[in-house]
């Protein structure tokens, strides 16, 4: 089940950044970019605690917080796209 959910996190997570990066590419807009780092960054946190637990073998609780270190970044990064002119 874990990872029918990290897969439907990475293409749903990856379709947003793709959208936000596109969007940022037409605007030029600085809040899009960093919306799309932000949302790549919680894909990637994602992806990679998926990733190590089951592909490297790592323990599960140093990919739950590799996972959960790369989302309290990205989430930091949406913030900021949110104050951003």
Do not use: E, P
């Amino acid at each position: 089940m874990i990872i029918v959910v990290k897969t439907g996190i990475l293409v749903l997570g990856g379709l947003i950044t793709y959208f936000s990066y596109k969007a940022y590419r037409n605007t030029g807009a600085a809040s899009l970019r960093a919306l799309a780092l932000g949302f790549g960054t919680v894909t990637l946190g994602a992806m990679l605690g998926g990733a190590l637990d089951v592909i490297l073998n790592v323990d599960l609780a140093t990919g739950l917080l590799i996972d959960s270190v790369l989302t309290l970044i990205g989430f930091a990064v949406i913030t900021y796209s949110l104050y951003v002119d």
